[in-house]
């Protein structure tokens, strides 16, 4: 069975720091790979999402993320963090040609002035 | 274009009562899910449907029902409510259930049993 492990609970940042939240995942076959963001008291929206072809995939905010495959991993990171980057963000992974999501335990991102 | 509405937004209530919170999608999205998000357990699949008049189980379905009697609208019950399903219940909605559809969520309901 797939399963998604998200390392960190809890990140604190200075903000303009660079950031990584790590997720590792476990498949016996192919799979679509996601990062999902929960600002407060609002409901989940897509970051970016790994299909196929290159690696990197970016966000039009400034997040980019790696599949990995040797590594089963699929790290989230940001160069330069913001004050409005706070919020919780989940990894999720889906086995190709399966129905259903699965979610990583969760990272808050918390960004310190 | 609303997206994913969920109605209501806030809820107490006490051991035993029931309750049904209401999603409703405007996208004609077939695919719909009902998660539950607990403090450091990410997102749980309770019940999804992939189409009207269709219903399947996710990973804790139990202490749950739900009907897709219209496209739009997915429904979950709550017929005896304890105080494990205190928790903040999500619905999502996708085109479809594989390949690179993503998922749009509403804003959530918040339920304390009592």
């Known amino acids: 069975a797939q399963s998604v492990t998200q390392l960190d609970s809890q990140v604190p940042v200075f903000e303009e720091a660079p950031v990584e939240l790590r997720c590792n995942y476990s498949?016996?076959?192919?799979?679509?790979l996601f990062w999902y963001v929960q600002y407060p008291n609002q409901g989940l929206q897509l970051l970016l999402k790994?299909?196929?072809?290159?690696?990197l995939v970016e966000s039009i905010n400034g997040f980019e993320a790696e599949f990995n495959k040797s590594q089963t991993s699929f790290h989230l990171r940001k160069p330069s963090v913001h004050i409005s980057d706070t919020a919780e963000y989940f990894c999720?992974?889906?086995?190709?040609?399966?129905?259903?999501?699965?979610f990583g335990q969760g990272t808050r991102l918390t960004i310190n002035p | 274009n609303a997206g994913v509405t969920q109605t209501p937004k806030f809820r107490v209530l006490k051991t035993g009562q029931s309750m049904t919170l209401l999603c409703a999608q405007d996208?004609?999205?077939?695919?719909m899910y009902w998660y539950r998000q607990d403090p450091g357990m990410g997102l749980r699949l309770i019940h999804y449907?992939?189409?009207?008049?269709?219903?399947a189980k996710g990973e804790v379905p139990d202490g749950y029902n739900v009907s897709r009697l219209k496209k739009q609208n997915f429904l979950l019950g709550l017929e005896s409510a304890a105080p494990s399903q205190t928790s903040v219940y999500f619905c999502a909605s996708s085109l479809s259930g594989g390949g690179s559809y993503e998922q749009y969520f509403g804003p959530g309901t918040r339920l304390t049993v009592t």
């Open positions: 790994y299909l196929s072809g290159s690696t």
């Open positions: 999720a992974v889906r086995n190709q040609g399966a129905q259903k999501l699965v």
């Open positions: 498949s016996s076959v192919s799979v679509y």
């Open positions: 449907s992939v189409g009207e008049g269709t219903t």
């Open positions: 996208m004609n999205h077939e695919y």
